[in-house]
């Protein structure tokens, strides 16, 4: 279920308040503000719970603060069902996706990004940076492969870079990192050590998503395609924090406006980027 | 079942006493702290031996003798269904249970201490610390993980410093903290030595309760897996122990209380704490 | 099915043999001394047979050479059918169970012995000592499970120490002792030098009873855990050896008392080992 | 579904045109030129859509801008659907079966190339280069093994010494080369350090698609086989690439005319590597 | 199905030769001689056949000739159907059994030899050597299990020794003795190096005789059992070899006693034991 | 389905042309000379597009020309079928079987050649030796069994020094080879180095056709398998080509007599091998 952001938020919010008599001191957009996160259904509710309080206290109008305790009732059954991020979460999400979007923007082969969000969609999808192929190719050059997945670490290093401290939050991007990295050493013959030969081959069904890796090789071999996976992971990873490294302050940019504005589009994106001082330092060495 | 505690099995043996006519020997909060672990059934059953053992005497009232003999008979029957701890048991759970949250306590992002218990509510579980989450949160920091080892391994550790002997209680503890530093090193990028790559996954079904962890890796890596979990968990537990070793006093009091009282509220239990004295010591080598 | 002891066989041979006019040489408890492992059919078949022996003599009395002729071939045919256990046997089993008496009396945290028995009560287990539980606790100490598998492996000591020569005969007990370092190691975090880590767990069923232990390691650390165990478990050996080489006399008086009686109490094994001479030799160096 | 090529579509073209009245400046070829991979279907659909263009611009003849027009819409539709190439995808592949083709001529022993073709025919093969088996021959001598590896790898290697990249499209090349040499290696007796023993077997069902390859040898030997295997594709990678180094300027009009043509006979193939120059270096030490 | 003796052969030949008319030089103990392994129908045969042969000839009595035809006939169908021995067969056969007898006689603690044959009785068994167990005991020392060993492998070491080459004749007793050693290393606590634990178990069904054994140890553990027991069964061997050396006249004569008369008693075999020569030398290195 | 040779093929050939005009140029021999591998259906459809051939023609009898356009008709779609062997299949089998014989004539102790044989009878077996065993033993020594492999391997070491390449010819007994000796090694105790124990078992369905290999010892003694394998097959393999490289000029005329005759008895190739000139060299060392 796709869920409402800021300005979705406050326009269903005067849909349901219209029929309400509201004091003056009512602001919409300071309700919407607080519930990132909440669907349609949450915000009728929110209304109706503040009708209800001022009623309680006899008055003819909702006030502001009527809002307020209605905001909490609710919040509490949401936070409960664990629908709702905390605020450290929607930090860390945010950072997480910027990092995703400013690794994409340099490099020329990436996808574009065509959008980037911290309104969670699914559970388990915090936020997502979407990006549009360029063509519908089935052919991938072992640059293009290498650029995907220094993209997908982009996420995991923002929040190394600018929260000091990693998270669960990286979990899927590293499983999928992983497995390009094995493809590509194991199957597409693009190992610097181990030569042309097919190492590994997907067994079991698709269907029943009972797939497994099975090893066609010794466990020596097996060795050598961990260090090797585990190494140019590290080289594509420091690939991704440097880059984020010499862009900090566009990385600041697009995640401060990301917490404010829940979505932006990738010129958006790209335009925080550019207004953002790039770091005059060489190189860094990490 | 919930079994009630000192102050529950008071009540509930003079609700059943009530009918009885009592000689003024005869102390009901006495015999409630012989009691531990016994159901409404057990203690409404002890009334009867009483009142029995009264008549067989010929006796008019039921004396505190009677009592003690109707306790004698009932609990060598609960005690041969298992249903009971012995002293050092109750002990021993009681400095188990100190430990875990005297070392929550000394965690600012530890999730606070709700209760601490040595009622036993279940087959199996011989006493329980419960924490309340701060938030709803699905993203852990690295560091709220290990604050989350530290606090498991509490229990162990606080039986090793004041009993001075290990003993299987800690069974449970040692599962569920090697799980969650395997997944940090396996699966959530967050080895110090293996770099980023996703080395494990959790095959089978979760609803049949048949799920393994199926390695993806070799047997050197899953060497340096085993290392890198032993040396990390070691580490973990000389940091519960040292958080411990430093508050002694305080250990002694928690379990003290806990025995005496059962059931200590985290708020009782961080008063208990602030009123222990502080080892003034430099910090412990181990 | 349980077997009667001497005294019940003499108590069930007078039984049967009140109808029987028996010749004044007749000394049933010899004949009972000579019936070990019988049940109450086999004594009444020897009770006949001795009867029919003397009828076809054509005597008037049942003579005691009619019962020594009635036993050859009453246990000829249970001989064959594996019931009956060889001289050899009995003295082994005699050693054996005493030794596990006798280490058990050595330790103050060792349940106390209730009775040491070589009648053979089911197949497979042809002698058998009995530990009643101190309580019934459900925690145990790493020192309160060592014990149990020093007195496990008491048995074979006694076998080692006195026959000289080891046999079949501990095949179960080395299977226990074995499980439970194994466990002490891999799961209760008793290792020396394995760490905290939980590193095998049990699947299967125990209802089919399908359980396998599941190794959660690498092969490094199985090896590690295979030496541990072997070295722990010879330690424990030892230990038991040592003790029981300290009290020779003790073994060779309860050992024979066992051969005469089959039964004893153990208050009659303590009292045995109490009145057995000490060796007074500082203690031995293996 | 077969696919037309560049004269076939052209004639399709014609064939649907034909009611419609076009303007002068319509060349059909130009279109047919622009419509690689398209199927009779499609093309009517151009046709179609160029019609109704020219009507929207209330033409009385269809231009060639029209048939652009509907170029643009047509192609939108087929790429999202997957079924067109882009244009680095048709050259990447050209390249590729260019490869096949002359490695393939180099050896006197290799099955004859009837034909190459870069007309994706099915779902996952983007090209082919068909070779007629000079004899239904059941056994194969070392060499002819060899040189069919060979001729595999030749595609990769085109890829790599014109394109400078490697890419996924030698995914299938990959695995059938390494299944030949395996093959040589474990059980035709044709290992170089491993001597005659067979190492492998291949189990399961080939009417179900299940088989494997089981291992009936050491994990020692195993990596022996790896190392075989690794060296040996290595060693054939580089002949081919030789062969191909050598004759640089075939491959570029081999290719160049797949890129034109689309498809090549055998002979067409031969006649371009002819007329190309050979390079008059001594041979390349790599 | 068991079959005949050369004295159960003549005299089935004499019941069956009744009817017949025969001429003087008929000696059926020289046919019973040629018909090992035949069993009552086939020896029916044989005179049937040569009642025919002299029929055929016009004889009014059967000749001796008569029944050599018929042995040739009768031989070659058997022979076919695989139930006869070859005479190099019989003599290994003989050799191989004698060994295991005789390694018996050496142990005063091995089970008494009953019956040695070379009579095949079951498709599979070509020779036996009956042991009669001393008594029905169930706990074996270790002495008593490595005494089992060396008769078992005393078999292999007589064809040697006599023969001076081994065949596929000692299959099942090496399977045996194997299984034994390995049981005592890793069950029973008699290995030399490898300390107490249980190191192996037997999983699986003996009902539906799909068991096998399963090991719970780790890889280098398995190597040191693998060293342990082919130690073992060679030291073992070379006992059984050493005392049969010592004992070749005897061997000889035993072996030759089984040619001629096809079975022996453990009596027969003991005096022949004793009317050989036994060697003069020290005893052999080897 | 049996196919005739040389001989047959005439014979059909000329039954069914006997309702048939012929020119005085046909010569059926010279057509049977060209039907390698055709039944007897083959042959008659050659006989009938021969007269249709000459029909066509409009001549009043069918010429040799006839026959040879039928031949090229029918063979083509045979050839299709994979029915035919090409003339360097032909060759190759003619000297693959020829080793085998010569290799069995070498040794006194193999089975007698009965037949040797280069017409394919069943799908896969392009050739065969046939050998008949002396007798119907059950035992086999060592002796025997490396015997056996030599021959089984003489196949290849004849290919290899006459055709001076290996071939996946050799496929099968290589298979057989390595299976033998694998027996000899890990179940008959005629390893030279890993002395008496058993190894391996056979688990599975023997009907069902899913034996496998069960292996009963540790990776470390697998690889000491692998080896003593590995070299005793190369020794096996030396002595084959040893034997047939003394008798070169006997490996040219069995093969050349088998290309002609296409099937020769035991006795021709010993009377072949007799006749051809032994090579007066010294043995070689390879």
């Known amino acids: 279920m796709d869920r409402p952001d800021l300005q979705g938020r406050k326009a ?21 503000r607080r519930t990132p996160g909440m669907a349609g259904a949450d915000l009728a509710n929110i209304v109706n719970e503040a ?34 991020m905390t605020a450290a979460e929607r930090r860390r999400v945010a950072y997480h996706e910027a990092g ?23 559970i388990g999808a915090l936020g997502m940076t979407v990006q549009v192929p360029r063509d519908d190719r089935r052919i991938f050059t072992e640059g293009e492969l290498t650029t995907r997945i220094t993209v997908i ?3 995991r290093a923002a929040e190394e870079l600018s929260l000091r401290e990693i998270s669960t939050g990286a979990h899927d991007d590293l499983g999928k990192a992983t497995g390009m990295l094995r493809e590509m050493v194991t199957r597409l ?37 961990d260090e090797e996976v585990r190494e140019r992971l590290t080289e594509l990873y420091d690939a ?23 979505t932006l589009s990738g010129e958006e994106v790209a335009q925080l980027a550019a207004a953002a001082p790039a770091r005059e330092l060489a190189p860094s060495a990490a």
Do not use: N, W, Y
Request: proline share 5%; with cysteine.
């Open 12 to 32: 269903i919010l005067e849909v349901h308040a219209r029929p309400v008599p509201l004091a003056p001191d009512v602001d919409l957009l300071q309700v919407a």
């Open 51 to 84: 009708a209800l309080s001022g009623a309680r206290r006899g008055a003819s109008r909702v006030s502001q603060a009527d809002f307020f305790d209605a905001l909490d009732r609710v919040q509490l059954g949401l936070r409960r069902r664990g629908v709702i």
């Open 100 to 122: 995703h979007a400013l690794v994409a923007l340099a490099f020329p082969d990436a996808d574009p990004v065509e959008r980037v969000s911290i309104v969670a969609r699914t």
């Open 153 to 155: 670490l982009g996420g």
């Open 189 to 225: 013959g693009m190992s610097r050590k181990l030569g042309l030969p097919t190492l590994t081959r997907t067994v079991g069904s698709p269907l029943l998503g009972t797939t497994t890796e099975e090893r066609l090789c010794s466990e020596d071999t097996a060795r050598e395609i």
């Open 240 to 262: 991704a924090r440097r880059i984020l490294d010499r862009r900090r302050g566009a990385l600041e940019s697009v995640a401060e406006a990301l917490l404010a504005r829940e």
